[in-house]
C-alpha cells in the first residue's frame, strides 16, 4: 500500500468502526459504491449437503407446524445467508446512510469531489476453512474475516465460515458515507485499506426481557438488526415472569390465553419462529428463557394447584409484585414441566443450541406454604431444588440443548451439575461471584448489575404506602441498582481483570441485560441503544480498554448508522463536540 498508509491497531483516530477491529491499515483515497455492485461468493465448504443440524454451518428454516408433527425442513446454504446481508449491505449503503457532516466543523469541506469516480463493481468473499485467519475454533465457529480494498476498486472478503462473511458485510457497510449531492452516491475515503479482525469472546449476548412490559415481535427484530451491526451474536428472551406469560405453549394453550395481559400482548407460536429466523439471517442465535422455579406466578394464573404463595402479600414472598413459584414436591408439577418444554424445545432448538432454565431469587418463605413442602429450610429444600433442576436439564439435553442458569443456583443452593452447564453471574454486590463459580470448573457467562443492568437509575416501580410512615419509597426515590449506567461506565467494565490466564477458557463471554419494570415497545430503542453498542465492543474487541474522545466519536458514528436504520438510539455526545474535536476533553 502507498506512504499514505495508516497503521491502526486496536487504537484508531477514525471514527468509522464499531467494534474496533483488530487491525486496521487504511489509505486516504475515495472509492465509490456502484449501484449495480454485485457479489461473488467462492465457498469450498460442504454449504449444500444435508448433514444434520449445524448452527454455524447450514441453518435449518422450520416452515410452521403443528405442535407434534414432523415439521418441514428446509435448508439455508451459506450462499443464501450471504447473499441475503448482501442486499442488506447495500440498502444499509445507498438508503439507509448518512452525510457526516456532524463530525466537521462548521463550513468546512470535508467531501470528495463528485467527479472522476472510481467504483467498487465487485465484492468477493472466499469462503474456505483452509484460509488462515488465526482461529482455535473449528471452521464452522470461525467468526474471523479479513477484507482488502485495493485503490483500483478491487475488493476481497476472507473467511473460514458463513459467520466471519456476515460480521465482514457489517464492517464493509460502514466504511461507507452518503455524499450530499443527491447524484453523486455513497464513497469510502479510507482507501486502499486493509482489515483483519475476530472476536474476543464467543458469547456476545443481550438479554432482553420482554415479560414485565409488552415487547412485540417487531420490536425484537429491529433490535436483531442494531445487535447484527454490532456484532453481537446471542439474543437471551426472557419469556416469562411472575406478572405475565406471553408466550404461546400450543399444548398448554391456557398459559399464554390466561396468563398474557391481553389477547393482544401473546408472542404466538409463529411470531417466535419468525423472530428466530431473522436472528439466523443475521447471524445472532435467539434462545430462550423459562425462568424456574422462581418468578412463576404467571403459571399459576392457569394452573393454580401448579404454584404456591399466590395472592399472598409479595414483600414476605417475592422480591417483585406478584409472589409465587412453582411447587418444589408436587406430582403434578414435573408433568406440567416435561408438557411444556417438550412443545417449546422441540421448536427452538431447531434455531438454537442453549436454552436458559432461569433458577435465580428463589424464594424460601413461600415454601412453608407448600403444601407438600410445609419448610423454608434451606437444608429441607435443597434436594428438591436439585431435583428440580436435574429434570429440566434431563429435558433440555434430550432436545441436545446446552443448559444455562442463574449463579444462585451454584453459590446459594451448591447443586451439583453436569459440567458442560453455563452458569450466568449477574450480582455486583458479590465480588468473588465469577471467581467461585471458575474454580469450580464451570464455563461462565459476565454481566454485572453494578455495570450492565441498563434498567438501573430509572427509580423504582414501586409507590409508597400510604399508611406506612417508614416506607422505604421516599426521595430520591432511587431504585436498587442506582445509579444510572451510562455508556461509558458500560464500556470501561473488565469482567475478567481479576480471572487467571489459566481460567480465562472457562469465560465464554458476557450479556448486557435489560429488564423490563419501565421498559415497554415505545422507549425500548433508547433504553437499549447505544450502550448495547458499548458493551459490544468491550466484548468484541477488549475488555480493559477506557473510553476517550476517539471512542466517543466512533460511538457517534454509530449511533448515526443506527438512527438511519429505524432504531432510535439515544445521543452519545453534543454536537459540537463532534464538530470541534478536542474542544471537549477535559
Known amino acids: 500500500m502507498h506512504a499514505l498508509l495508516w497503521y491502526c491497531t ?32 467462492s465457498s469450498r465448504t460442504a454449504s449444500t449437503q444435508s448433514f444434520g443440524w449445524i448452527w454455524t454451518t447450514l441453518q435449518q428454516v422450520i416452515r410452521p407446524s403443528q405442535y407434534g408433527a414432523s415439521p418441514k425442513v428446509d435448508w439455508i446454504s451459506s450462499e443464501t445467508l450471504l447473499q441475503s446481508a448482501f442486499e442488506r449491505l447495500k ?66 472478503i476472507k473467511v473460514s465460515s458463513v459467520l466471519g462473511g456476515l460480521h465482514a458485510l457489517e464492517t464493509f457497510a460502514q466504511l461507507f458515507f452518503t455524499h450530499s449531492s443527491p ?75 390466561k396468563g398474557a395481559y391481553s389477547q393482544a400482548q401473546i408472542w404466538r407460536t409463529e411470531d417466535l419462529e419468525a423472530v428466530q429466523l431473522h436472528g439466523t439471517y443475521h447471524g445472532v442465535q435467539v434462545f430462550t428463557e423459562i425462568d424456574l422455579p422462581g418468578h412463576t406466578t404467571s403459571v399459576g394464573i392457569a394452573y393454580p394447584d401448579l404454584v404456591t404463595a399466590k395472592d399472598f402479600p409479595w414483600p414476605d414472598y417475592a422480591l417483585e409484585p406478584p409472589s409465587g413459584q412453582l411447587r418444589l414436591n408436587s406430582s403434578k408439577v414435573p408433568l406440567f414441566i416435561e408438557t411444556l418444554l417438550n412443545d417449546l424445545l422441540s421448536r427452538t432448538s431447531r434455531h438454537s443450541s442453549l436454552f436458559h432454565l432461569g433458577g435465580d431469587e428463589l424464594n424460601m418463605n413461600a415454601y412453608r406454604l407448600d403444601p407438600t413442602v410445609n419448610s423454608s429450610s434451606h437444608e429441607i429444600l435443597q434436594p428438591l431444588v436439585q431435583a428440580f433442576i436435574d429434570h429440566v436439564i434431563s429435558i433440555a439435553t434430550a432436545h441436545s440443548l446446552t443448559v444455562i442458569m442463574w449463579e444462585e443456583m451454584v453459590l446459594d443452593w451448591n447443586l451439583n451439575l453436569p459440567p458442560n452447564v453455563i452458569i450466568q453471574t449477574w450480582r455486583g454486590s458479590d465480588d468473588d461471584a465469577l471467581g467461585t463459580i471458575l474454580s469450580k470448573g464451570y464455563k461462565t457467562i459476565f454481566g454485572s448489575n453494578a455495570h450492565w443492568y441498563l434498567d438501573c437509575g430509572h427509580g423504582y416501580f414501586v409507590d409508597p404506602e400510604p399508611s406506612n410512615p417508614d416506607s422505604p419509597i421516599k426521595p430520591p426515590y432511587l431504585d436498587y441498582c442506582s445509579p444510572y449506567k451510562n455508556w461509558r461506565h458500560i464500556y470501561a467494565y473488565n469482567p475478567v481483570a481479576d480471572v487467571p490466564q489459566s481460567q480465562r477458557h472457562l469465560v465464554l463471554g458476557g450479556e448486557i441485560h435489560l429488564w423490563g419494570e419501565l421498559t415497554d415497545s415505545v422507549n425500548l430503542d ?37 438512527v438511519m436504520r429505524d432504531i432510535r438510539a439515544g445521543v452519545v455526545q453534543m454536537e459540537w463536540c463532534l464538530r470541534y474535536e478536542g474542544g471537549c476533553r477535559l
Open 10 to 41: 486496536l487504537v484508531c483516530s477514525s471514527f468509522a468502526l464499531w467494534p474496533q477491529p483488530k487491525h486496521f491499515e487504511h489509505g486516504s483515497s475515495t472509492l465509490w459504491l456502484s449501484d449495480n455492485v454485485e457479489l461473488v461468493h
Open 91 to 156: 440498502r444499509n449503503v445507498f438508503d439507509r446512510n448518512y452525510v457526516p457532516r456532524k463530525f466537521h466543523p462548521r463550513g468546512t469541506q470535508f467531501e470528495p469531489a463528485s467527479g472522476n469516480q472510481r467504483y467498487i463493481v465487485r465484492v468477493v468473499i472466499d469462503e474456505d476453512p483452509q484460509n488462515n485467519l488465526g482461529c482455535t475454533e473449528t471452521h464452522n465457529k470461525c467468526e474471523a474475516y479479513t477484507i482488502r480494498i485495493s485503490d483500483d476498486g478491487s475488493a476481497l
Open 183 to 257: 447524484s453523486a452516491g455513497s464513497y469510502t475515503p479510507y482507501a486502499p485499506l486493509f482489515i483483519r479482525d475476530s472476536p474476543v469472546f464467543e458469547h456476545r449476548g443481550l438479554n432482553l426481557d420482554i415479560s414485565r412490559n409488552w415487547v412485540s415481535p417487531a420490536d425484537v427484530m429491529r433490535t436483531i438488526e442494531g445487535m447484527a451491526a454490532n456484532k453481537l451474536n446471542r439474543l437471551h428472551i426472557h419469556a416469562s415472569d411472575a406478572q405475565s406469560w406471553p408466550l404461546e405453549i400450543p399444548s398448554l394453550p391456557d398459559l399464554a390465553e
Open 526 to 562: 433508547g433504553m437499549l441503544w447505544p450502550r448495547v453498542a458499548a458493551a459490544a465492543e468491550v466484548m468484541w474487541s477488549a475488555p480493559e480498554k477506557k473510553p476517550d474522545e476517539s471512542t466517543t466519536r466512533r460511538l457517534a458514528d454509530m449511533r448515526e448508522r443506527l
